[in-house]
């Protein structure tokens, strides 16, 4: 186990911006909501901020532990462990589900006649190499990527902007249905994926000191990068219309194809990519850090041994699925719609365990 570890707040600030970004680009999340998807997406956000206040009240109780130290504290030794344990593998599986993202994304854009296992084979290497000194160090490289990502994102808008390609016209009318089909869109999908996923940062707020820099700097960052999502999903429904969006691969990628500007500036693939290769290898890399320090925690494995063995097992699972369709239904209607939310489920009842058992210590009584 690799100790005294130190995160900075805007270390943590920046992580969360890039792994909340991470692959939400990928897909037009609440289409099923229309020109209403902004919408559907700003519900997921205030939902997936209740829950985050629950996680950041339990973390506050003991800002010292991480999700298997609570798990133990609060559902008691062997209870806890059979929770705890699941959750690590739960984090190595949504790695991988990254890892197989990343290799559709890259065969699908720049790297057409690569095998696709290679690809995979080495952003899981890049993966072991950025982690391997542990969180202090991988929170160290997020902080030296966000430039690139900021810079990125600002150009693609400002280009947008510039080619008239944005008629917010296409966004009306406004909530026709009724707020019905938002909601449905924002419950479960949005919430879970990507606003529920914050859970992942129990795994690193007992790094961030004082605990309540943690909690100040989280809230900050989600809600900008909230806010960033919803626009975002505002931009792409904007230029191509619920109707496109809902049938594009990548509906990200589909609207920087449409920019040019003065015969010269166009074909700007390659900066999404970029972008979305960023975001997929930062959120792969921190669910399988995650994954490491919960299993080597919980099993009693040196941390960089369990290193060696999870990244094997990530890179193996990625080939059980036998093609996208099949992984992208695996994760819409299976980990979207149970997984995460029991996840849920069970951090709930922490929450209100937690609540209780400090509710009826002395001194708490009116």
């Given amino acids: 186990m690799i100790r005294n570890v130190k995160i900075g707040k ?59 130290e609570l798990y133990r504290q609060l559902f008691g ?14 984090f190595a599986y949504e790695s991988m589900r990254n890892v197989r993202d990343f290799g559709e994304l890259t065969v699908m854009t720049i790297l057409n006649k690569t095998p696709e296992w290679s690809i ?19 929170f160290r490289l997020a902080e030296l990527l966000f430039p690139i990502v900021l810079c990125s994102y600002l150009l693609i808008i400002l280009l ?78 904007s230029v191509l219309g619920p109707a496109l969006a809902g049938y594009s691969m990548i509906p990200f990628l ?4 449409l920019i040019k500007l003065a015969d010269f500036l166009e074909r700007l693939d ?6 979305l290769i960023i975001g997929l290898f930062v959120k792969l890399s921190l669910l399988m850090l995650a994954s490491v320090l919960a299993l080597s925690a919980l099993l009693k494995i040196p941390y960089k041994t369990c290193t060696v063995i999870i ?10 699925e036998p093609n996208n369709t099949v992984h992208l239904w695996i994760g819409l209607k299976i980990v979207i719609r149970y997984v995460t939310p029991a996840q849920m489920a069970v951090l709930a009842c922490a929450f209100l365990i937690g609540f209780f058992r400090r509710d009826k210590q002395p001194g708490n009584a009116a």
């Fill in 270 to 275: 390659v900066v999404v990519t970029v972008l």
């Fill in 311 to 320: 990244a094997p097992l990530i890179f193996g699972a990625c080939f059980l």
């Fill in 120 to 138: 995979k084979l080495l952003i899981i290497s890049l993966a072991v190499y950025a982690i391997w000194k542990g969180a202090e160090v991988f």
């Fill in 160 to 237: 947008l902007f510039q080619a008239g390609l944005i008629d917010f016209h296409r966004l009306q009318p406004i909530m026709s249905d009724g707020i019905r089909p938002i909601l449905h869109a924002a419950v479960p999908e949005i919430v879970s994926f990507p606003f529920a996923q914050m859970l992942t940062f129990l795994m690193f707020w007992k790094y961030i000191k004082p605990a309540a820099a943690a909690a100040k700097s989280t809230f900050s960052a989600y809600s900008i990068v909230s806010l960033f999502l919803v626009f975002m999903n505002m931009i792409i429904m």
């Fill in 77 to 90: 030794k062997w209870l806890g462990f059979a929770l705890a344990l699941p959750q690590g593998f739960i």
């Fill in 254 to 257: 589909e609207v920087v194809q």
């Fill in 10 to 68: 805007f270390q943590l600030v920046v992580m969360i911006l890039l792994f909340e970004i991470g692959s939400t680009p990928l897909f037009e999340l609440g289409i099923e909501a229309k020109q209403d998807s902004w919408l559907a997406m700003a519900a997921g956000a205030i939902i997936g901020g209740v829950f985050l206040w629950m996680l950041l009240t339990i973390q506050g109780r003991s800002p010292d532990a991480d999700l298997p």
